[in-house]
């Protein structure tokens, strides 16, 4: 019997990392200086600098990010986040914590992404600011979400935390509207031993209001100026962790394309894997959309493969904030449609073989 194929296995790139990440712990621990220290400042402009954004904010994760970044746009009579309702619930989480109202949109069937169509119909003059997210690593079209909302005073956050480094003609995912969440939750393409996550913008209004949210509302120490502060920190160990896998993230994140277009390689008729031809993709997840996802699973696993899914129940059909006035006819058609196959850059050569041919040995149903 082969061993499994694994979903994930973190402890791969870990071990292969190892003396360096003591080494770096080390020095962390020598400095005495865990919070808020040189490692933080120096992950801050280490990430600003390769994204090309004049700001970078650290934070304790993905969700606090999102939270933050949406109490710093929201305002006494703009309280409605508008976001879609496929993409895993963080942004729901976020609004709900803000104490802000959640209108969803829908996506586009082939992208799975925000449909602009559906955002024009959302958005209004009650809106605090529209989330796109980057789902599975695939930039969503910001350019014609920012020209929907700009005219409308709406600010645009991107939820970045699938696509740390993808990049189209107008620039890296992050840095094409008004601020940009990132996590860095070991899964994700830059990945900490443990959580994080960050703030970017090149916004100087927002970069201020930001500092002082994640840090008890504070103008200065001790001081409180602004309402909705929270703590949010990023430590000094996970700082220096992602400073140092920062230089990795481009090379990691083409190994992972390199594994998607094989798996699109050996897809059978009916299978459709979502692409990820360029660098407009992180290559963060690899995906299979089709009408036979709970069959492809069993037979994967018959196969010793293990799948995941991304993401089982569209946010307005969970249990803690079911409205079932809401009508998302794409998103609802894409429930027990989709399917995530092993994708990270440590897979190694023979296990990416082993996928695809379970997939080209997959009988769709007609
Ligand atoms: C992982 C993720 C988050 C949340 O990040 P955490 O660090 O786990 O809080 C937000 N948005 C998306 C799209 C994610 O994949």
């Not at 904010?57 to 969700?63: H, I, N, Y």
């Not at 900490?192 to 913008?201: R, V």
């Not at 399917?339 to 040995?361: H, I, K, N, Y």
């Amino acid at each position: 019997m082969l061993p499994n194929v694994p979903f994930n296995d973190l402890g791969r790139a870990a071990r292969a990392q190892a003396p360096e990440l003591a080494r770096l712990m080390g020095v962390v621990v020598e400095s005495g200086w865990f919070v808020h220290g040189p490692h933080h400042s120096a992950f801050e402009a280490a990430f600003a600098e390769y994204l090309a954004v004049d700001h970078v904010v650290g934070v304790a994760s993905g969700t606090d990010a999102l939270e933050i970044a949406l109490r710093a746009v929201a305002t006494p009579s703009r309280r409605a986040v508008v976001t879609v309702a496929n993409a895993g619930g963080y942004t729901t989480t976020a609004a709900v914590s803000a104490g802000l109202d959640i209108r969803f949109c829908d996506i586009d069937a082939e992208s799975l992404n925000m449909s602009e169509g559906s955002l024009r119909s959302v958005v209004d003059d009650r809106t605090a600011g529209v989330v796109v997210t980057h789902l599975f690593g695939r930039m969503a079209n910001v350019s014609a979400i920012v020209d929907i909302c700009s005219p409308l005073g709406i600010p645009v956050i991107e939820d970045c935390a699938q696509a740390h480094g993808a990049r189209n003609n107008a620039g890296l995912a992050g840095t094409l509207a008004d601020l940009a969440t990132f996590s860095f939750y070991p899964t994700k393409n830059l990945g900490a031993l443990g959580d994080g996550g960050a703030i970017a913008t090149s916004s100087s209004v927002l970069h201020e209001r930001i500092k002082s949210l994640r840090q008890y509302g504070w103008g200065a120490k001790y001081s409180v100026g602004q309402v909705g502060g929270r703590n949010s920190r990023l430590d000094e160990l996970q700082a220096a962790i992602l400073t140092y896998r920062l230089g990795s993230l481009d090379e990691g994140n083409e190994r992972r394309r390199s594994i998607i277009r094989k798996y699109q390689a050996a897809a059978p008729v009916g299978l459709r894997v979502l692409p990820a031809d360029g660098e407009d993709h992180s290559g963060h997840l690899a995906v299979v959309v089709t009408p036979s996802a709970s069959a492809l699973r069993s037979h994967l696993s018959a196969a010793g493969i293990a799948t995941d899914i991304h993401y089982p129940i569209p946010d307005h059909q969970q249990v803690a904030w079911r409205d079932e006035s809401i009508s998302l006819p794409v998103t609802e058609g894409m429930i027990g449609k989709v399917l995530s196959l092993p994708c990270f850059p440590e897979l190694a050569d023979s296990e990416v073989d082993r996928v695809a041919e379970a997939l080209a040995a997959f009988v769709v149903e007609s």
